[in-house]
């Protein structure tokens, strides 16, 4: 089931067992759902897109990159808080913004 693809599984699936299930792939935390909208897919998109952006590595620009993009693009619409711990690489958080921001509009 948490095989999907992720950017069609932003568009189309909307059963919440479904983005539980997802958020428990990931490494154990203490993940509040109530910091997340009170939705499991807006937990599942705010904790994916600060997973990638923490391992994102500046000195591999080229590809992970785009795929920090891609993230952000699909996930724009379930993303309205991000919180990081650390960021090991220098992502550029201005396009990355500018991604999100543009296709709100």
Excluded at 44 to 72: I, K, N, P, Y
Aim: charged share 20%; proline share 3%; with cysteine.
């Amino acid at each position: 089931m948490g095989d999907l693809d992720l950017k069609i599984a932003s568009e189309f699936v909307f059963d919440e067992n479904y983005w539980k299930q997802r958020c428990q792939q990931f490494p154990p935390r203490n993940y509040q759902i109530n910091e997340h909208g009170l939705t499991w897919k807006q937990l599942f998109f705010e904790t994916h897109l600060q997973q990638c952006l923490e391992e994102h590595d500046s000195h591999e620009e080229g590809r992970r990159g785009l795929d920090l993009l891609s993230v952000a693009s699909y996930s724009q619409n379930y993303i309205f808080t991000l919180k990081t711990q650390q960021l090991l690489g220098h992502p550029n958080l201005d396009l990355l913004c500018q991604t999100v921001w543009n296709s709100v509009q």
